[in-house]
């Protein structure tokens, strides 16, 4: 059974920074996707970034780029999200998801989904 633990959310001030993590457990890093996606109060869940495969292909939303960087630890079976430079935009549930196969933010190709960490940015 696949389950995904998602920590790290927090309060930040804008400007801050957080990382969060996505403990997969029941799921190969390397066969498929795993994906980081959020969704603010009234809006619909968007993708954020996403790595896969045995060579770490690493995909991100144009408005996170230069500012998130994701990456992933196959020993602990874990994924990560640096987030620098965190602006208010930023805040929601982060969750993140595990595809097989490669896939970039097509949610129907995501089976598996965490329960969401809350960031929230503001001073």
């Known amino acids: 059974q696949v389950q995904l633990v998602e920590s790290g959310g927090g309060l930040v001030q804008p400007g801050g920074s957080l990382r969060l993590s996505c403990a997969a457990s029941?799921?190969?890093?390397?066969?498929?996707?795993i994906g980081w996606f959020r969704q603010a109060p009234g809006k619909e869940r968007e993708g954020v970034s996403c790595?896969?495969?045995?060579?770490?292909?690493?995909y991100y939303a144009d408005s996170v780029k230069g500012r998130f960087t994701i990456s992933r630890d196959n020993a602990k079976n874990t994924v990560y999200l640096q987030m620098n430079n965190l602006k208010p935009e930023d805040t929601a549930v982060y969750y993140c998801?595990?595809?097989?196969?490669?896939?970039?933010?097509?949610?129907?190709?995501?089976?598996?989904w965490g329960q969401g960490t809350q960031v929230t940015v503001s001073s």
């Open positions: 998801a595990a595809a097989t196969g490669r896939t970039h933010f097509d949610k129907r190709d995501y089976r598996y």
């Open positions: 029941g799921f190969t890093l390397d066969d498929g996707t």
């Open positions: 790595i896969s495969g045995r060579l770490y292909s690493t």
